[in-house]
């Protein structure tokens, strides 16, 4: 799959470029997994700007994703749906009995083709199953981070992990990060590579799309004054920096290590900071 250019009719539309939507089997989502989705504009409950440069969009209904898929154990894929609220494609399952579920569709998934959950299931792209039950060396994504509680880790487009090691109760998976990370045995994932892996290739174009999509406009720090942002200042012209790069607020970014938790910290065999200096 890749990225479909525009004809360049207009500048913005020279250097834009779209996903190739072609996999896409139909654009009417099924009602009863639909919720409205409240939009916040970047806020907490206190009003205040938690996440600057949102606001405004296209309107969107939220997809209600089964991450767990526990309250199944074989069902039919009936659709490859796109999905506003994430990069990656999703896969409408019926079971027998017509119940609907969506889940995180992978890159070779197919209409018609059968999804199995559970130690029984086959060694197959888009089946379910328990890392425990999964060879090493295999490639998988919607991994638990804890048993029972549903996919939590490489959920995006494109992305996958590598099952690399077992170990007492442990297997070492190998994150796209290039992290590697022990997860209990008994959480389950997903095999295969996820969806839409073109994604990180589309070229935005124009400014009125990024305000589609709920980005507001982003100043950069160097042509402010000094008084407004660290990177501020200057007698004119283009210029760098001059210093480490700060937030607005005066801390340290971009390779700054920001990671606290300690109680997780535990887990991690190599840290995404070392597998990149090797």
């Not at 504009?41 to 949102?54: F, K």
């Not at 154990?73 to 490859?80: L, N």
């Not at 994932?189 to 996820?194: F, L």
């Amino acid at each position: 799959m890749a990225v479909t250019a525009y004809k360049p009719t207009t500048p913005a539309r020279r250097g834009m470029t779209n996903q190739d939507l072609t996999k896409i089997t139909t654009k009417k989502p099924v009602k009863s997994l639909l919720v409205i989705k409240k939009r916040t504009a970047g806020r907490n409950n206190q009003g205040r700007i938690t996440t600057r440069h949102r606001g405004g969009g296209a309107k969107k209904f939220y997809r209600l994703v089964n991450f767990k898929q526990l309250d199944f154990e074989k069902a039919t894929i009936e659709h490859i749906e796109y999905d506003p609220n994430r990069s990656a494609r999703i896969a409408r399952l019926k079971e027998d009995n017509g119940t609907y579920h969506y889940v995180i569709a992978s890159v070779n998934m197919s209409v018609g083709q059968v999804i199995n959950v559970g130690e029984k299931s086959a060694i197959e792209e888009g089946n379910r199953l328990k890392l425990k039950d999964i060879p090493t060396g295999t490639f998988v994504y919607a991994i638990e981070m804890q048993p029972g509680r549903g996919a939590q880790m490489v959920r995006s487009a494109g992305t996958k992990a590598q099952l690399t090691a077992k170990e007492d109760e442990y297997a070492q998976i190998k994150l796209p990060s290039g992290e590697i990370r022990k997860i209990n045995l008994n959480c389950m994932a997903t095999i295969g590579t996820v969806s839409n892996e073109q994604h990180q290739n589309v070229k935005i174009g124009s400014a009125g799309r990024k305000r589609h999509l709920g980005r507001r406009p982003q100043v950069r720090g160097v042509v402010m004054n000094a008084v407004d942002h660290p990177h501020g200042g200057g007698d004119g012209g283009a210029h760098g920096v001059g210093r480490h790069p700060k937030t607005p607020w005066g801390k340290p970014t971009l390779g700054y290590k920001t990671r606290r938790n300690k109680r997780s910290g535990k887990f991690i065999v190599r840290s995404r900071h070392q597998a990149k200096r090797k």
